[in-house]
């Protein structure tokens, strides 16, 4: 009995030093960093985002979809592909590939600007390694948001659930809303070329 | 009286360490070939995959690889991205270490370089008694001389903490056969925040504390065999109230690959021939593996002790059920029983010479592998 006792106590202030050490010595994780882990967590989990893109004085609306295209049977690829009036965006293995687009909206800026899920999770991804940057309460579309600026990007979530609603760059912004796929939307999506 | 009793210890204290100044010049000869490369890999090498950070510092190469997310915990804690490499798969002392540094003026890298040096120094100073006391002061000598200049004992130059937890385990083991239990505890615990490996020691250490007769010296014992466990539920208590995630550390391991199984062996040898097409350093994971193996199977023939031996084995196998060999190389070096078995094969004149050989040239070449791949 004394023995178990006697190990108890060695253990149970093992505990409590490993603990008050790392808790005394590790800073929490910044806000920021925090945010857009839980931002990118949720682009995870989807495939496909519709959005309005305002660029140059102009408005865009996009559709974004993560997965095979080329057609249903032939499903020749897979990647991301971003549609928007006239215009096209594909990211393939160590390939991107644009067709149509304005030369004001570079091809990165336009994936990322219509929340194609697969590439801005990958931004914030690194983003959130120990980028430290504020985060402001903020309005956009006549809702409070929260706006997380990173340098050339600010992120805009909803402050109750992290939920990425859209982003800015330079002269860019962005609003985008994340789908779940159904079955017949992915069937139509996957027929895209 | 009393001076004369300060002065006789005083030049026993001084014969003490005349006859270990051979532990200082093989650390001082090792780490200098070891930094020297990394020197020259920085003047001359090429670049491959260091990043800026990286280049910009003399010695950054050893600061590579992991030695990033070790940094990225010291300044910024943990964050958790789930289903991506995040940083909770890293264990908090190094970084801690690297914060204190750091606080004091000394940028993350070097802070990373000092520390992992001066814990090898540490380690090699702590290996050497505790062979002794297991072994002969022959094979302790051999055996430490080839810690410091092993192949794969770059690692224990670069921002990593497997010096440190070397450390941890020669010194805690060492306080332990010496029955300083609280010692003991302290640091197997230290060493399991620094990384897992030195759960295992527990192996070695409930023997020799089932073996305490007196009832309150025995519960001392027990605490400290067991210490390291407390120390990994204290890893885990934190992080289930920063990132809300108990198990971050393990959850994080999958995102590189890693998921433990019982039939993770089979996994990693069926997966074999993808991960060498993926990346064919993976081979040099795997001939330290059966390496390892063969050195724990010379240390018992010698006459290691089984508890240290399955340590030992535990430390090189277990890594595979998470279903893939990488790093095997590296995980090893905390199996000191491997050394042991190493120390044993080099017993006559000509292998002890030929070992050293292979060692100080392989080292070298491990240096200059280190801008392609992780260790």
Redesign the interface.
């Known amino acids: 009995m004394?023995?178990?006792?006697?190990?108890?106590?060695?253990?149970?202030v093992?505990?409590?030093?490993?603990?008050a050490?790392?808790?005394a010595?590790?800073?929490?994780?910044?806000r920021a960093?925090?945010v857009a882990?839980k931002a990118?967590?949720w682009l995870?989990g989807y495939r496909y985002a519709t959005s309005t893109l305002l660029v140059a004085g102009r408005t865009l609306h996009g559709r974004c979809f993560h997965g095979w295209f080329g057609g249903r049977l032939l499903r020749t690829e897979r990647g991301t592909i971003l549609e928007l009036p006239g215009a096209s965006v594909r990211t393939l293995p160590h390939r991107l590939v644009a067709d149509g687009l304005p030369p004001w909206l570079r091809p990165e800026d336009a994936l990322v600007l219509a929340g194609c899920p697969q590439v801005l999770s990958a931004r914030l991804?690194t983003l959130?390694?120990?980028a430290?940057t504020p985060v402001e309460r903020a309005t956009a579309w006549g809702r409070p948001v929260l706006a997380v600026r990173f340098r050339r990007l600010t992120l805009l979530v909803d402050p109750a659930t992290d939920r990425p609603l859209g982003v800015e760059l330079p002269g860019a912004r962005s609003r985008f809303r994340l789908v779940r796929l159904t079955a017949k939307l992915e069937r139509r999506l996957e027929a895209l070329r | 009286m009393t001076a004369v009793a300060v002065s006789a210890g005083a030049a026993a204290v001084a014969e003490r360490l005349r006859a270990r100044a051979w532990i200082p010049l093989w650390w001082a000869g090792g780490r200098l070939v070891v930094l020297a490369t990394a020197a020259a890999v920085h003047f001359a090498g090429p670049r491959a995959y260091a990043r800026h950070e990286e280049r910009t510092h003399l010695l950054g190469l050893l600061g590579s690889w992991d030695g990033r997310w070790y940094r990225?915990?010291a300044?910024?804690?943990?964050?958790?991205?789930?289903?991506?490499q995040?940083?909770p798969a890293f264990f908090?002392l190094y970084?801690?270490l690297l914060?204190?540094l750091h606080a004091l003026g000394l940028g993350y890298v070097t802070a990373g370089l000092l520390v992992s040096n001066l814990a090898l120094l540490g380690a090699l100073l702590a290996f050497e008694p505790l062979t002794r006391a297991l072994f002969d002061a022959q094979l302790a000598r051999r055996a430490t001389i080839y810690v410091a200049i092993f192949p794969l004992g770059f690692v224990f130059s670069m921002s990593y903490p497997e010096s440190l937890v070397l450390l941890a385990i020669a010194l805690g083991a060492l306080a332990a056969l010496r029955r300083r239990?609280?010692v003991a505890?302290?640091l197997l615990?230290a060493g399991t925040?620094a990384r897992p490996e030195t759960l295992f020691l527990t192996l070695p250490l409930l023997p020799l504390a089932l073996r305490v007769r007196r009832?309150?010296e025995?519960?001392?014992a027990?605490?400290?065999a067991?210490?390291p466990?407390?120390?990994l539920?204290?890893?885990a208590?934190?992080l289930g109230?920063?990132l809300h995630d108990p198990l971050g550390w393990t959850h994080a391991e999958r995102a590189w690959g890693r998921r433990f199984t019982p039939l993770g062996l089979l996994r990693a040898v069926e997966g074999l021939p993808r991960a060498v097409a993926g990346n064919a350093w993976v081979l040099r994971d795997v001939v330290f593996f059966l390496v390892y193996l063969g050195l724990l199977v010379a240390a018992r023939r010698a006459g290691a002790p089984l508890a240290w031996v399955a340590a030992g084995a535990v430390v090189v196998v277990l890594p595979t059920f998470s279903g893939s060999f990488h790093s095997i190389g590296r995980f090893g070096l905390l199996a000191p029983a491997a050394f042991w078995g190493l120390a044993a094969l080099g017993g006559s004149r000509r292998t002890d010479l030929l070992i050293r050989a292979a060692s100080a040239a392989l080292l070298v070449a491990g240096v200059l592998t280190l801008p392609f791949v992780f260790p």
Do not use: C, K, M, N
Not at chain 1, 2 to 12: M, S, Y
Not at chain 1, 14 to 19: D, I, N
Not at chain 2, 75 to 84: D, I, K, N
């Open positions: 004394r023995v178990a006792a006697i190990a108890g106590v060695v253990l149970a093992t505990l409590t030093a490993g603990f050490l790392q808790a010595g590790l800073p929490p994780a910044a960093d925090v882990a990118a967590e995870r991804d959130a390694l120990g430290a | 990225l915990v300044a910024h804690g943990y964050l958790v991205e789930p289903g991506r995040s940083d908090p970084p801690l914060r204190a239990w609280v505890a302290a615990a925040l009832p309150g025995r519960g001392l027990l605490g400290a067991l210490a466990v407390a120390a539920a204290s890893f208590l934190y109230l920063a």
